[in-house]
């Protein structure tokens, strides 16, 4: 029990409390017809004829070169301003710069042009997604709690949301290795909805393209813009058609500076800008936050017979394939057109680094009680992403100077319940209500951080804030703390469990583990890598410079190889990072960076945070699409 209680939370009193060439930016027209720069790479195994999303930016109509783009400031009557930049870059000029596409930034992006409207006002807002489409890198299969879309939209039932199976049966499940023994479910997911992310955000994608906000799917922001008073004042997007070797191919294209009033972080866990704010700016210092601590969340989307499926039924386990130390659980969501999402989350604070999440994930579908539901069915899409589970302990004072962080990029999904999307859309509507203050009425964006702490996010995350540590002790421990704090003190016991060591420390060394063998895959159940990654549509323009960083290049052979036997080749749910035989009879790290799917736990879990991941170029990565009809395309 050295693991720190301490008998009062550390906040303050929580509850008083191109694909198409009409997606560019308008900067430059390309000299090659083939393929523009400005335009995202296709992931392979994407079909040519896919209509294009209705995420288009309202800019589609202009192709412009930079000497014609006063004609698009008088076009489009907004108050964006363009200007050249010295270092060859372009400058195009908004009220608020919002990064990230998903639901905390569409959120965000929407409640300020409904202020503008309710005021009278106009203010300029964009979005940079770096997936090819708004929704490419979002994975689907979600149980919606839709309180955060009742206040954004309130007749989001009327207009179309793609939100249509309510939750019908809400299961609970220990599993052993041949047993599922039902337990009662903790997640009262009464009035929740499963539902496709994905298809989500390419929905408020619309909406927010009809209130105004121009979306640029496509392009990844890789650089942070500061004024010479350390004031963020902007994002650039990178530099396109740059070879590995760093020389400019014939499509070289410098990248573009977003320079905002009002810059809002939303690029979802471990967001690479959004990690350099909090480290520079101290925010988890300021925030009185502990570190981070993440998981790993793998999953598939598969069509199963008819039969079989019945829409809204929802189903959670524990324990097996995972050891009772290891947290982590799955989760099995019927969503409609006979589809249903299938995962398995593993905290990163593992300890055997010969675990492969991905191979777990592949075992536990040979389940007797899973394996009989896939059977028949099929496989439409694979993806992987990391969740941040830190909670409440972790949440950082999301305020820096010149803009916020909101969603999964400061941390508020709420573990017990494994949702973050109604949390994420609410700190996205708290900050756009906060930058539209600033803006309108000369207010501070601290009235974010102090609005976050009024509201309905820091009750909930209070309540839960002891369910995650608890598991640092081993499951039954685990399922013992949380049922007391659930249902007897509910969330009013008065201390609070501190998270155990940075995810990254927790990896053992090899020694002290023997290796884990994994049953190969049957083909039909469980697959391989390749297979997988051919269902992710991923992929990334071979020639340009690594977006998967190391510190020093030596430390996989020097460090990782021989102490903690090159856990990389396991954690990584693409087999990225490879060790392949080099020239002196020795092992190499070799990576495959056009495989990554984006999941961030590399730049988690590395032993030794040896491992940067930065954004590729703009399209890049995993590519989720839809057919009209909603269903899943490969
Ligand atoms: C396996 C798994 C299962 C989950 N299940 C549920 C569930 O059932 N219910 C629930 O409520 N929540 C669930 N969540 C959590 C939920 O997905 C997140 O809380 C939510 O998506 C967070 O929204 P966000 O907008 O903060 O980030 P995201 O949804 O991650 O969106 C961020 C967007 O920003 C883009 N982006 C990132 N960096 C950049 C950049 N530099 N430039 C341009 N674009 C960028 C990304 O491509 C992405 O589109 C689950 C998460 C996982 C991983
Ligand atoms: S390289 Fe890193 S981010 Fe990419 S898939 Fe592997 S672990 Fe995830």
Not at 89 to 115: F, M
Not at 121 to 130: A, I
Not at 329 to 345: D, E, K, T
Request: glycine share 10%; net charge positive; proline share 8%.
């Amino acid at each position: 029990m050295h693991r720190l209680l301490c008998f009062f939370p550390s906040k303050s009193n929580p509850l008083k409390n191109p694909i198409s060439p009409f997606r560019n930016l308008p900067i430059f027209r390309t000299e090659n017809p083939t393929r523009s720069p400005l335009r995202p790479a296709t992931g392979f195994g994407l079909h040519p004829s896919v209509p294009t999303p209705p995420n288009r930016s309202p800019l589609s109509r202009f192709h412009l070169v930079s000497t014609n783009l006063s004609s698009l400031i008088h076009s489009t009557g907004g108050t964006r301003r363009f200007s050249g930049e010295s270092g060859g870059r372009e400058a195009l000029h908004y009220d608020v710069v919002i990064v990230g596409a998903g639901p905390a930034g569409l959120s965000a992006a929407i409640r300020l042009k409904q202020l503008c409207r309710a005021r009278n006002t106009d203010l300029s807002v964009c979005v940079l997604e770096k997936g090819s489409e708004v929704g490419a890198h979002i994975i689907s299969g979600n149980v919606f709690e839709p309180r955060a879309l009742d206040e954004l939209i309130p007749c989001w039932r009327d207009e179309g949301a793609p939100i249509e199976v309510p939750v019908s049966h809400d299961k609970f499940w220990l599993l052993t290795e041949n047993r599922a023994l039902s337990l009662p479910s903790p997640f009262d997911n009464k009035g929740n909805y499963v539902i496709s992310l994905s298809q989500l955000v390419r929905w408020m994608a619309t909406k927010a393209e009809e209130l105004g906000v121009e979306i640029y799917p496509g392009f990844a922001a890789s650089e942070i813009l500061y004024d010479e008073d350390d004031k963020v004042v902007g994002v650039a997007t990178n530099d396109m058609g740059v070879a590995k070797d760093g020389s400019k191919k014939e499509t070289f294209q410098r990248g573009v500076e977003l320079k905002g009033h009002i810059t809002l972080l939303a690029e979802g866990c471990r967001g690479s800008l959004s990690e350099k704010i909090i480290r520079d700016y101290k925010l988890r210092d300021k925030g009185q936050g502990q570190h981070q601590t993440y998981a790993i969340g793998i999953k598939e989307v598969w069509e199963i017979e008819e039969g079989k499926h019945v829409p809204g039924t929802v189903l959670h386990t524990v324990g097996w394939p995972l050891d009772m130390k290891t947290y982590g659980g799955s989760f099995l969501y019927h969503m409609n057109n006979r589809q249903i999402s299938i995962g398995l989350v593993i905290a990163l604070n593992y300890r055997n680094p010969y675990l492969s999440p991905f191979d777990e994930f592949q075992k536990l579908k040979h389940h007797p009680a899973i394996k009989s539901l896939l059977e028949g069915g099929s496989v439409l899409q694979y993806g992987a992403r990391t969740l941040n589970e830190g909670g409440f302990q972790s949440i950082p004072n999301p305020v820096f100077p010149g803009g916020a962080i909101i969603g999964c990029s400061a941390g508020y999904i709420n573990v017990p319940k494994i949702k973050g999307t109604h949390t994420a859309m609410k700190s996205g509507m708290l900050a756009a209500e906060a930058a539209f203050n600033v803006l309108d009425g000369g207010a501070q964006m601290e009235m974010y951080w102090d609005s976050l702490k009024r509201s309905w996010i820091w009750e909930e995350l209070y309540r839960s804030r002891n369910y995650r540590p608890a598991f640092e002790y081993g499951l039954i421990p685990g399922l013992a703390f949380s049922a007391l704090e659930r249902y007897v003190f509910r969330g009013r016991l008065p201390l609070t469990l501190k998270h155990g060591k940075p995810d990254h420390e927790a990896t053992d060394i090899a020694g002290v583990h023997t290796p884990i063998q994994y049953p190969r895959p049957d083909g039909r159940v469980s697959f391989d890598v390749p297979t997988s990654l051919y269902r992710s549509n991923t992929n990334h323009e071979h020639d340009q410079p690594a977006h998967l960083r190391l510190r020093d290049p030596t430390i996989p052979e020097r460090v990782n190889l021989p102490l903690y036997a090159g856990p990389e080749s396991r954690y990584c749910p693409a087999r990225v990072y490879e060790y392949v035989p080099d020239e002196k009879h020795g092992m190499k790290l070799h990576i495959n960076a056009q495989n990554c799917l984006h999941c961030k736990a590399c730049d988690v879990k590395d032993p030794k945070q040896n491992i940067e991941w930065t954004v590729p170029e703009g399209g890049g990565g995993p590519g989720i699409k839809m057919h009209s009809s909603g269903q899943p395309i490969r």
